[in-house]
C-alpha cells in the first residue's frame, strides 16, 4: 500500500524533508524508492558510488526519520543451504514526502472526498452525506484516547485556549480549499473534528462552529458548554 507523509505528525514531516535536504541521502532515498524490492547496504553503497560504511550511516538516518523500513532476510539469490545470516534490508517506508509552512492537510481532504463519492456511487446515497459519514469515521480513527488537544496539535489544528474555557484553532489544514469552497469544506472539517473528538473519549458536540476570518472555521466548547447528549 502506498503511504505519504499525512500520516506523520508536522514536526516529523517536516524534519523528514530536511533530511532529504542532503544530496547523498536525497539519493539514495530515490535508489531504494525506485528499486521494487529491498535493497542491501552493499547494493546501495555500488550503486551511488560510495564507501559501504557513508551509505550505511545515510540509510539508517533514513530509518530513523521514518522515510525507510528494515527488514531481516535472505535475499532470493542467495537462498538455501550455506546462505549465510539474513541481510539487512531497506524498502520505502514512504513514497512521498511532502510538508507545508504553515501545516496544510490537502492529501487528507482528497482523500474523504474520494471516499465519498466511492461510496454515494455504490451505496446510491447522496455525495455530501457520504462526505459527512467518511470524516467522521476517519476523525474518529485519528483521535488520541484522553487527549483530544494531542490530536488536535497532531492533526496541524493549532488549538489555543481562549477565555470562555475552550479552545481555538488557529490553523486550518485546509486552508486554501475552503477559501474556494467554504460550504462543502467547511462541512467536512467539522464532521471529522466530531470524529477526532469522539475518538479522543471527548463529547463530539464539543466542536462548534467559529465563523471568522484567520483561524478554523470550528472552535472547541469548554466541555460545560456543550449540550447534554
Given amino acids: 500500500m502506498e503511504m505519504n507523509t499525512s500520516g506523520l505528525s508536522w514536526t516529523k514531516r517536516i524534519a523528514a524533508v530536511a533530511t532529504l ?47 525507510l523500513r528494515v527488514e531481516f532476510r535472505k535475499p532470493a539469490h542467495k537462498a538455501g543451504p550455506g546462505s549465510g545470516r539474513p541481510s539487512k534490508l531497506y524498502s520505502p517506508d514512504l513514497q512521498e514526502v511532502g510538508a507545508s509552512v504553515p501545516d496544510r492537510n490537502y492529501d487528507l481532504a482528497g482523500h474523504l472526498m ?36 494531542g490530536a488536535l496539535k497532531e492533526l496541524g489544528y493549532v488549538p489555543s485556549a481562549d477565555q470562555s474555557g475552550g479552545y481555538r484553532l488557529l490553523n486550518c489544514p485546509f486552508h486554501r480549499l475552503s477559501q474556494e469552497h467554504e ?8 464532521a471529522f473534528l466530531r ?6 473519549g471527548s463529547r463530539a458536540d464539543c466542536v462548534v462552529p467559529d465563523p471568522g476570518t484567520g483561524h478554523c472555521c470550528a472552535r472547541i466548547a469548554a466541555m460545560e458548554d456543550s449540550a447534554e447528549s
Fill in 183 to 190: 460550504d462543502v469544506v467547511c462541512t467536512m472539517n467539522g
Fill in 21 to 67: 535536504g542532503d544530496e547523498h541521502r536525497r539519493r539514495i532515498y530515490e535508489y531504494v524508492l525506485g528499486a521494487g524490492e529491498a535493497v542491501s547496504r552493499d547494493e546501495a553503497a555500488g550503486a551511488m558510488d560510495l564507501p559501504r560504511s557513508t551509505a550505511s550511516f545515510h540509510l539508517d538516518r533514513l530509518v530513523r526519520e521514518g522515510i
Fill in 114 to 149: 474520494a471516499e465519498a463519492i466511492s461510496r454515494s456511487t455504490s451505496e446510491g446515497v447522496p455525495v455530501g452525506a457520504a462526505l459527512l459519514d467518511v470524516a467522521e469515521d476517519q476523525g474518529r480513527e485519528s483521535g488520541k484516547p484522553d487527549d483530544l488537544l
Fill in 195 to 200: 470524529g477526532v473528538a469522539s475518538g479522543s
